[in-house]
């Protein structure tokens, strides 16, 4: 476990689209941003106070997001053996498509790598966010927390996301949500924190 004292370090990579400008940005300042822009390099944000969702308190020391495209993960990979936790975000909208299975497929197995090689932090831990969601005809009007196992069924299910879970493993918690509004955001930031608490048991 690490120090809780300091925070926790999150860093946030996967393809372009898949959501993790938006998710960054409500880490840290609770907010939704209103248009795409896609990020260029690595964003380096702060957050000043714990998150408190329901009972659950998180410290975050610093938040990276990075850029999307494929030779991003040479910095991914710095950026990776710094950090406490890593979000490797799939769009559920491009789940389908093979060159993006292959893409998703090709970043999981150099997470899983990385790890096999002693290059994280012993204590790290991943999670699969699945994005977008909201584009199932189930999930049209959001991931309540009712209907959170089966967007999870669903999720796993489209083949970006099995290959994902079976380079990074069967333990890997995978949350399936929607980031459209500040009520998506929030619910699938409270399972995050849910998920983060059991990993450290």
Same mark, same amino acid.
């Given at each position: 476990?690490?120090?809780?004292?300091?925070?926790?370090?999150?860093?946030?990579?996967?393809?372009?689209?898949?959501?993790?400008?938006?998710?960054?940005?409500?880490?840290?300042?609770?907010?939704?941003?209103?248009?795409?822009?896609?990020? !260029?390099?690595? %964003?380096?944000? !702060?957050?000043?106070?714990?998150?408190?969702?329901?009972?659950?308190?998180?410290?975050?020391?610093?938040?990276?997001?990075?850029?999307?495209?494929?030779?991003?993960?040479?910095?991914?990979?710095?950026?990776?053996?710094?950090?406490?936790?890593?979000?490797?975000?799939?769009?559920?909208?491009?789940?389908?498509?093979?060159?993006? +299975?292959?893409?998703?497929?090709?970043?999981?197995?150099?997470? %899983?790598?990385?790890?096999?090689?002693?290059?994280?932090?012993?204590?790290? =831990?991943?999670?699969?966010?699945?994005?977008?969601?909201? =584009?199932?005809?189930?999930?049209?009007?959001?991931?309540?927390?009712?209907?959170?196992?089966?967007?999870? =069924?669903?999720?796993?299910?489209?083949? !970006?996301?099995?290959?994902?879970?079976?380079?990074?493993?069967?333990?890997?918690? +995978?949350? !399936?949500?929607?980031?459209?509004?500040?009520?998506?955001?929030?619910?699938?930031?409270?399972?995050?924190?849910?998920?983060?608490?059991?990993?450290?048991?």
């Amino acid at each position: 476990m690490w120090p809780q004292s300091k925070g926790t370090s999150f860093l946030l990579i996967g393809p372009i689209g898949s959501g993790k400008s938006t998710l960054a940005r409500f880490l840290q300042d609770g907010t939704v941003p209103e248009d795409y822009v896609s990020t !260029a390099g690595t %964003r380096t944000l !702060a957050r000043s106070e714990d998150i408190a969702l329901d009972g659950l308190r998180l410290k975050i020391s610093v938040i990276a997001d990075t850029a999307g495209h494929p030779e991003a993960i040479r910095a991914w990979h710095e950026k990776a053996k710094e950090s406490d936790i890593l979000l490797y975000l799939v769009s559920y909208a491009e789940a389908s498509d093979s060159s993006y +299975v292959k893409r998703v497929r090709r970043d999981t197995g150099q997470l %899983r790598d990385w790890r096999s090689k002693g290059e994280l932090r012993d204590h790290s =831990r991943t999670v699969l966010i699945v994005t977008h969601m909201d =584009r199932h005809e189930d999930f049209g009007d959001g991931v309540s927390q009712g209907r959170a196992n089966h967007a999870e =069924r669903v999720a796993r299910s489209a083949p !970006a996301v099995a290959a994902a879970v079976k380079e990074l493993g069967p333990a890997c918690p +995978v949350i !399936a949500g929607s980031l459209a509004t500040t009520a998506a955001c929030t619910d699938v930031t409270f399972r995050l924190l849910t998920a983060i608490e059991s990993s450290l048991g």
